[in-house]
């Protein structure tokens, strides 16, 4: 099976745009979650998505935000970057076995300058 | 506090060392995780345990639910063992997969 994917890998933005980053899952896979790695606050969990629907939120402001098509496929956004901003972004998939294990992507790289 | 803490930080040895990484929590879990993080950034789980003891290869991570605290031991290190490790738990409290992070530790192996 092929991995979890994450495009693009690498993004440098401008303070006040937005970013739309994507995660394709494992086959098979219908959770998707999504964490920020910062090297101040480490790894910080986003939200995660579960058949289309969210199923849990962390402490991130409302410019961040995500949404799951119908084949598992996630996106988050981001609108009005802020330099606080930049960080690897890192989506993980699992299936949907209770304590099923996560599957981590190579994780996009973002720069807001 | 944070919920999950790690120690040491930082961990330097020769090859060829056995090496431990603790790991302590603070709320009830359903499971623990070990995560290896190379330089670039991706991320493997290394174990998920709810209890008991797991192996895999020179890598043993040991559970104990009733103090709340986790190893991860590498026997015969060597460099390519250099890395993050993570220790992440589950909670009880949340649905789903959402995962809590220890800061992570450090491992230069020198050759």
């Known amino acids: 099976k092929a991995g979890v994917t994450q495009t693009p890998r690498y993004l440098i933005k401008t303070r006040g745009q937005q970013v739309t980053l994507s995660c394709s899952p494992i086959s098979g896979h219908r959770s998707v979650s999504w964490y920020q790695q910062t090297p101040g606050q480490g790894l910080q969990f986003l939200f995660e998505y579960f058949s289309e629907t969210q199923r849990n939120k962390g402490n991130f402001p409302g410019r961040f935000s995500g949404r799951q098509f119908s084949n598992s496929r996630s996106e988050m956004n981001v609108s009005t970057l802020e330099l606080g901003d930049s960080a690897l972004y890192l989506c993980a998939s699992s299936g949907t076995g209770t304590g099923a294990e996560q599957y981590f992507g190579p994780g996009t790289r973002l720069t807001v300058t | 506090k944070n919920e999950v803490e790690q120690s040491p930080q930082n961990l330097t040895a020769q090859e060829g060392e056995f090496i431990t990484i603790n790991c302590s929590y603070s709320?009830?879990?359903?499971?623990l995780h070990w995560l290896q993080q190379h330089p670039g950034g991706g991320i493997v789980s290394l174990f998920m345990?709810?209890?008991g003891k797991k192996k895999h290869g020179r890598l043993i991570a040991t559970i104990n639910i009733q103090e709340k605290h986790s190893s991860l031991h590498i026997t015969a290190s060597h460099p390519r063992d250099s890395a993050v490790y993570i220790c992440a738990v589950r909670s009880v409290e949340t649905s789903g997969s959402r995962l809590t992070f220890g800061e992570g530790t450090q491992l230069t192996v020198n050759p």
């Open positions: 709320v009830g879990i359903s499971a």
């Open positions: 345990l709810s209890s």
